[in-house]
């Protein structure tokens, strides 16, 4: 299964979308679409994928990406069991760069808007101060009607221009790579990664699903990603075990396991050249920033 594009449908009434939906569970494809698109998770717990990213998501989590993102939010099992009590909601505002026209963006006093904008082709993490004066609008525009709505969506991005306040998602080099709907070959490989990452994953099997040979398909997947296979799939399995070594109480090797490695020396050394520090490290420094955050 490939990455779907997603045409969001033209409203005459408005120059851009805005959402607010209660439903049993966040049932998007690995999609992506030509608009940007602020996410915020008023209830609903589970992971989010964009791009090669792969982290925990909880209430309250905020996002925003760029045109072309390939993305999606999965709920955990608990929202997927029949009779199930709890629900997801979200809030979501799609738009285009030329919502307010071809050059609105352009003008010098949006110099800073542009900037951040250019800054979520790979997805970004709003936290902070941001992060509550973003979301106290984005409740305000859901009943907004005329010049209010857009005023409304422009103070949210003039308050997400905080760069301090925003942590890029996926890598610089998925930020590069050139995603086309037309490349079945690499929407599958993909797509197989997304699903499959806390397992084994051979080269032999992308190969075979990209309908290339071994050799072919690693010079394939180097020019699309900049990366090799096993790098690339390296990547995304480290961002999560750096989501549970914050999140969770598992032991260093219950993460490695869970993160698809079957060798928990290997997965230390992979994790130290890519974070500078070994599993434990990296936990005890999150610890320690805790604490110290804690006493402020």
Not at 18 to 34: C, E, N, Q
Request: glycine share 4%.
């Amino acid at each position: 299964m490939k990455a779907q594009k997603e045409y969001l449908s033209a409203n005459m009434l408005h120059s851009f979308r805005v959402k607010h939906t209660i439903l049993p569970y966040m049932d998007s494809p690995w999609h992506y679409h030509p608009d940007y698109e602020l996410i915020y998770i008023v209830n609903g717990t589970g992971k989010r994928f964009v791009g090669d990213s792969v982290e925990n998501f909880t209430h309250g989590d905020l996002v925003l990406l760029g045109p072309n993102l390939p993305h999606v939010w999965k709920n955990d099992d608990c929202y997927h069991q029949a009779g199930s009590a709890i629900n997801a909601e979200v809030i979501v505002i799609q738009f285009k760069h030329d919502a307010f026209g071809d050059t609105f963006f352009s003008l010098p006093e949006f110099k800073e808007i542009s900037k951040m904008l250019d800054f979520s082709s790979r997805g970004m993490k709003i936290t902070g101060r941001t992060r509550t004066k973003v979301i106290k609008e984005m409740w305000a525009i859901i009943d907004s009607a005329g010049i209010n709505r857009i005023i409304g969506l422009l103070n949210i991005l003039n308050h997400i221009t905080d760069l301090n306040d925003l942590t890029p998602l996926c890598s610089s080099a998925f930020k590069r790579m050139r995603y086309e709907q037309s490349s079945e070959k690499l929407n599958k490989v993909l797509e197989h990664i997304v699903s499959n990452f806390q397992k084994p994953i051979q080269l032999d099997d992308v190969a075979n699903l990209a309908t290339m040979s071994k050799t072919a398909f690693c010079r394939f997947f180097k020019l699309k990603t900049t990366k090799t296979f096993n790098q690339y799939l390296t990547d995304v399995r480290i961002g999560y075990a750096c989501e549970l070594l914050m999140d969770s109480d598992l032991s260093v090797a219950q993460i490695s396991a869970l993160c698809g490695f079957n060798n928990q020396s290997f997965f230390n050394r992979q994790f130290k050249l890519l974070k500078d520090a070994t599993p434990s490290e990296y936990q005890q420094r999150y610890k320690n920033m805790n604490e110290q955050i804690q006493k402020v």
